[in-house]
C-alpha cells in the first residue's frame, strides 16, 4: 500500500544539504509533492518534505539515510501525512 509520507529535516543552514536531500529523492525516482525549508536558530533549518506513492517500509529506508547526511541533526516520519490534491 502506497501513502503520502512528510518528513521534518532540521539540519545545518545551507544549498548543499538541501541539493543533496533532494538528490537522494532522484536517485529514487521519488515524486516530491511539498517542499518547504524555513530557517531556525542560528546557521540551522528545517526542512519539510511530503512525498507521495511511497510505502511506509521505503519512507522508513528513506528517513534513515536522510539521518546519515553530513549536517542533518534529525529526521522525524509522518507516514500518514495528509496531502491535499
Given at each position: 500500500?502506497?501513502?503520502?509520507a512528510?518528513?521534518?529535516?532540521e ?11 533532494v538528490?537522494?529523492l532522484?536517485?529514487?525516482?521519488l ?18 518534505i511530503v ?9 522508513q529506508?528513506?528517513a ?19 496531502v491535499?490534491?
Amino acid at each position: 500500500m502506497t501513502s503520502a509520507a512528510a518528513f521534518l529535516v532540521e539540519a545545518e543552514s545551507g544549498a548543499a544539504l538541501l541539493c543533496r536531500l533532494v538528490g537522494l529523492l532522484a536517485q529514487r525516482d521519488l515524486q516530491i509533492h511539498e517542499l518547504e525549508a524555513r530557517p531556525r536558530r542560528a546557521g540551522t533549518s528545517e526542512i519539510r518534505i511530503v512525498l507521495t506513492g511511497l510505502a511506509a517500509h521505503e519512507a522508513q529506508i528513506v528517513a534513515a539515510k536522510m539521518e546519515r547526511m553530513i549536517g542533518v541533526s534529525a529526521v522525524r516520519l509522518d507516514p500518514a501525512a495528509a496531502v491535499a490534491a
